[in-house]
């Protein structure tokens, strides 16, 4: 069984940092995609960034792209999202995603195994 559990969402005033992580259970990963996506209230979920296991390229969302930075460990089955320069557009759940291709990372419909969320609120 194939867990993966968020954590590190809070809430931030616009300016400020945060750093997601998820840590994934009952499998290694090496292969593949693993993500991050978002929903806002009212809006459908998102492509925010996502990392190739087995050489850490990387893909972001326009949105923001300069700002969040995306990593893994992969001793310990963690990914990170290290988030900067936040504003409030950026207030939503934050879903961490694995189980993707590579070239098809940007579709949430190719990961196979999702994560609870976590709330990220941005004051302005």
């Known amino acids: 069984q194939v867990q993966l559990v968020e954590s590190g969402g809070g809430l931030v005033q616009a300016g400020g940092s945060l750093t997601l992580s998820c840590l994934a259970s009952?499998?290694?990963?090496?292969?593949?995609?693993m993500g991050w996506f978002r929903q806002a209230p009212g809006k459908e979920r998102e492509f925010v960034a996502a990392?190739?296991?087995?050489?850490?390229?990387?893909d972001y969302a326009d949105s923001v792209k300069g700002r969040f930075t995306i990593s893994r460990d992969y001793a310990k089955n963690l990914v990170s999202l290290k988030m900067d320069s936040l504003n409030p557009e950026d207030t939503a759940v934050y879903y961490c995603?694995?189980?993707?291709?590579?070239?098809?990372?940007?579709?949430?419909?190719?990961?196979?195994?999702w994560g609870q969320g976590t709330q990220v609120t941005v004051s302005s």
């Open positions: 009952g499998r290694t990963f090496s292969t593949g995609a």
């Open positions: 990392i190739r296991w087995s050489d850490r390229s990387t």
């Open positions: 995603a694995a189980g993707s291709t590579w070239f098809r990372q940007r579709n949430e419909g190719d990961y196979r195994y």
